[in-house]
């Protein structure tokens, strides 16, 4: 009697340990998977910020440029028979202003630098036929206004194809939160758009560009190394940075690019900026 007890004593508390054995087991699993889950979702974050919205240079902690996905979408809207794009650039900036009247924002300025840098992005993807803020030979677009004179504070690109018409086009903006966003940001004072015509197997389509950008202004010598000096220095440190990558890779992996003058000369241009913030900082 004694032994059976001792037996069933010896079973109970074999199956009490297995049960807080699995117990821990369980616990930490899902602590391991909640921590599993967290890292996730920061990574979602992390992308959705380089892929979905605007972001200005001046006011976010990290200075960088804002770009957006692009909008690939057949038309709806537009008479089926249509081969003309109805509307023009300043239609366009019309409309955008408009938006930005009703939420008592100032309008934008149309400029003629970011009105050429619009236009030689439209044209690099119809003769290269990429549709991407990034072509594949690693050309930011930043580097469109950069080329053409436009030394920005912050800057950012809406693109969109398949789109015959100025309020089609606009609309579809709108209806994204990532453009939209662009759109109607306070901090961008200029603006420059190209809607630029293509041909995909015979049928005529339309690449419209939209850049926005604030300038960078010269370095202020009578305020010395104050908070707007420092911030356009960061700008320039991290432009910096992007371009050395964009130089070293155009050396190694395309050599004859029509780009690389372009990049050694805004290489110059901000290393000389640069020096400007480094003589300021130690005056």
Known sequence: MFSFLRKIFIRVLFLGGLIVALGMFFKIDNSKLQSG???????????????????????????????????????????????????????????????????????????????????????????????????????????????????????????????????????????????????????????GIAIVPMKIDGKINYVVVEHFGTYLKDLDSTTGYGQKNKLRCKVQKRKKKELSKMVHWQKEHNPKSKFLPDLEKINKEIDLYLEGCYKLKNS
């Open 37 to 191: 889950w967290s890292k996730i979702d920061f990574l979602k974050e992390k992308i959705a910020h380089y892929t979905s919205r605007s972001v200005d240079n001046e006011k976010s902690k990290q200075l960088e440029q804002g770009v957006q996905s692009k909008i690939v979408k057949n038309e709806v809207g537009d008479d089926e028979g249509q081969k003309e794009f109805s509307g023009t650039e300043d239609d366009l900036i019309v409309l955008i202003n408009k938006e930005r009247f009703d939420k008592n924002l100032k309008p934008f300025k149309k400029n003629n630098l970011l009105m050429l840098s619009a236009k030689d992005k439209a044209l690099d993807m119809v003769a290269k036929k990429y549709f991407e803020h990034i072509s594949d030979k690693r050309i930011q677009p930043w580097l469109f206004a950069e080329k053409n004179g436009y030394r920005y504070k912050s800057f950012a690109e809406n693109i969109a194809t398949d789109y015959l018409s100025a309020k089609s086009v606009h609309q579809a903006f709108m209806d994204s939160d990532g453009h939209r966003a662009n759109i109607l940001n306070d901090d961008f004072r200029d603006i």
